[in-house]
């Protein structure tokens, strides 16, 4: 009888670690890409599409790349005939669904770049989640044929 409380107890702590360590592992990053910026340019920004496989809600509280000084999460607005862009403080993607930051919507802004990036290379990204883990990403830098949007210049 011991040894039986001693294996269930056991196993619950093992699963209640598994079910913990893999809110990580819960996000799933697709298509991470960067459209090429001209080398003046000290803004760029970056689009994917976030799955949650897991059965909770997540958020990401925060970004950052060692290739410029600040990574924010933005929602593009068309506001009294302009379009503006709006800093989120957070971006939550509901439990078993997912978010497409795009062009023309949410996307992350990459801010004061700190070294040339072209197309071919990679930007390293760390998301910081709620409940503290973070996971790396790499968005492809790529050449975007569709018109640029004046509006990424205006920060």
């Given at each position: 009888m011991f040894l039986i409380k001693i294996i269930s107890r056991t196993l619950f702590?093992?699963?209640?670690?598994?079910?913990?360590?893999?809110?990580?592992?819960?996000?799933?990053?697709?298509?991470?890409?960067?459209?090429?910026?001209p080398p003046v340019a000290k803004v760029m920004a970056g689009?994917?599409?976030?799955?949650?496989?897991?059965?909770?809600?997540?958020?990401?509280?925060?970004?950052?790349?060692?290739?410029?000084?600040?990574?924010?999460?933005?929602?593009?607005?068309?506001?009294?005939?302009?379009?503006?862009?709006?800093?989120?403080?957070?971006?939550?993607?509901k439990a078993k669904g997912h978010i497409e930051l795009k062009p023309g919507g949410l996307h992350?802004?990459?801010?004061?770049?700190?070294k040339p990036v072209k197309a071919g290379s990679v930007i390293a990204v760390t998301l910081t989640l709620d409940n503290g883990k973070t996971i790396n990403i790499k968005l492809k830098v790529k050449v975007d044929d569709a018109p640029q949007m004046m509006h990424h210049h205006h920060h």
């Open positions: 702590i093992f699963l209640f670690f598994i079910s913990t360590a893999n809110a990580a592992d819960s996000l799933q990053i697709e298509n991470a890409w960067s459209p090429e910026a689009y994917m599409k976030i799955n949650n496989l897991s059965n909770k809600d997540i958020k990401i509280l925060s970004a950052k790349s060692d290739l410029f000084k600040r990574v924010e999460i933005h929602l593009t607005e068309m506001s009294g005939g302009m379009m503006r862009m709006i800093k989120q403080e957070n971006l939550k993607i992350m802004m990459l801010m004061g770049k700190l």
